[in-house]
Structures are given as structure tokens and as C-alpha cells.
């Protein structure tokens, strides 16, 4: 199977998984949310099984990919729920990935990250190590909205249009930590996924609330890049077992 038959397979290439101004959104500014993908049963779901996990691994959270202060982060999530299937198969969310990268994309990997009271902001960056041309995007993430996304509680900020440049913020901006004038503040209800080109400049905000603000990132990169996490490397043996044909092909293993 072909990774173009995996996308059919999934319903991303249907005439109406996204629509033309979903598309010219993600081409104009680089990114797109789409509303109401998970249901309130689902993002409870994957808030217990979050906590659980959380509660599980302790200190060693978030080992296999990164670690970061102020936030607890979980890595290798394929590997740890049937609750986190719909993060890396969902329809709608593959299609607008495959707009950005072509039908040439795996999961690169599948984490958490849920930014603290008072914490969690991040300088402006794009997920690649430098600019590239137009078009010739190597990487794509999709935000997994599992609590509302407010601008007090450490919502992402983009700068649309900024994986248009040519340019990394570190190569533009004096301090990439700054706010940028043109960036906006991405809010929306639990349940959204927000997909976004990674050449985009981004970062999460400072969380000024007294509750965590939790999100899971289902990223994604062309087929011949390494991943961030290695899928194959990690596949746990009761994980191949329950993954369909069209789910190896996607995740590569």
C-alpha cells in the first residue's frame, strides 16, 4: 500500500474532508483550525488517559522526545492508548496535512505537552533547523486543543504569513521571545485541532491561569526525514498487532 492509498483509506483525499478556504488559509497564513474534530467524550478521554500516564511515568515523562521546564510533556503516545488513534488517522486533519506536504508525510511523532500555571511561554520558533523555499516544506504539526485555548492560559501564538519569509525569527527578530506586532494569539474550544505549515513562526504563551492548559501535537514530516521519534524503533508488539495496513504505512513501520 502506497502511502497515497493510506490517505484515501483514511477519507483525507475526499472532495470534502477541507475546504477551498480552509486550503487557502493554511497557503496564505500558514495555518488553519478546524473546529470541533474531537467530541467532549473524546477530550475527556484523552485528558484521563493523559493524567494517568502522567501519574505513571513521574519523572521520566516526556524522555523518549524532550522534556521541558515548566511543562509536563508525554512522548511515544501511539504506543500508549487506542485513545490517541483518532490524533494521527482523523480525516479532516490528514487532508489539511497533506495539503502542506503533498502526498509524501508520516507521523514524525505523537506527544503532550501541557504548560503549568505561570508557566509554559516559548520564544518564537519554526520546527526546522532553517528557512527553505515556498513550497518545499519538510514538516507540518496539528495542535490538539484538549482544553479551551484562551489568551490567558499559554494558547499558541503564530505570526501569519511567516513561513512565507525565507527567514527563522532568530534571523529577524533581536529577541525571538518578544512579542512580534503581527502575531496573533490562537483561541478555540476544546475539541479543535489547529494545523499549522512548521515553517511557521510560533510559540506558546506564558499559562496565567491557576490550571494547566493541556494540548497534544500529532506532527508530521515528509517520508524520507527522519522522525522525531523513531516509530519503528518504539513499536511495542501489542501496538503492531491492532494497526491497520493504511496505519504502518502512515506511521512507517
Known amino acids: 500500500m502506497t502511502i497515497r492509498d493510506a490517505l484515501d483509506r483514511f477519507g483525507a483525499t475526499a472532495a470534502g474532508a477541507l475546504t477551498a ?10 495555518f488553519v483550525v478546524l473546529p ?14 493523559l493524567a494517568a500516564l502522567l501519574a505513571e511515568e ?43 506536504l503533498g502526498a509524501d508525510l508520516k507521523l514524525s511523532s505523537l506527544n503532550a505537552r501541557i504548560a503549568k500555571p505561570g508557566e509554559g511561554g516559548q520564544h518564537l520558533h519554526a520546527d526546522w533547523h532553517g528557512p527553505v523555499e515556498p513550497g518545499d516544506w519538510r514538516v507540518c504539526n ?27 525569527p532568530q534571523q529577524e527578530m533581536a529577541d525571538p521571545s518578544a512579542p512580534h506586532p503581527n502575531e496573533v494569539t490562537l483561541t478555540a474550544p476544546a475539541g479543535a485541532v489547529v494545523v499549522f505549515n512548521s515553517h511557521l513562526w510560533h510559540g506558546g504563551t506564558l499559562n ?10 500529532a506532527y508530521f514530516c515528509r517520508r524520507g526525514e527522519a522522525q522525531q521519534l523513531d516509530q519503528r524503533a518504539h513499536l511495542r508488539p501489542e501496538t503492531a498487532a491492532r494497526l491497520s495496513e493504511a496505519e504502518r504505512v502512515l506511521l512507517d513501520v
Open 21 to 30: 478556504e480552509e486550503r487557502a488559509q493554511l497557503d496564505r497564513d500558514g
Open 36 to 49: 470541533g474534530v474531537l467530541g467532549p467524550a473524546q477530550v475527556d478521554a484523552l485528558n484521563a488517559r
Open 58 to 100: 513521574g519523572e521520566d515523562a516526556g524522555k523518549e522526545v524532550h522534556q521541558e521546564a515548566g511543562t509536563d510533556r508525554l512522548s511515544d503516545l501511539v504506543n500508549k492508548g487506542e485513545e490517541f488513534r483518532a490524533c494521527f488517522t482523523h480525516a479532516r486533519v490528514l487532508a489539511a496535512v497533506a495539503h502542506v
Open 142 to 168: 496539528s495542535v490538539w486543543l484538549l482544553d479551551d485555548f484562551t489568551p490567558d492560559n499559554g494558547a499558541t501564538r503564530v505570526v501569519p504569513g511567516s513561513h512565507l519569509r525565507r527567514a527563522t
Open 208 to 217: 496565567r491561569t491557576d490550571r494547566p492548559r493541556r494540548a497534544a501535537f
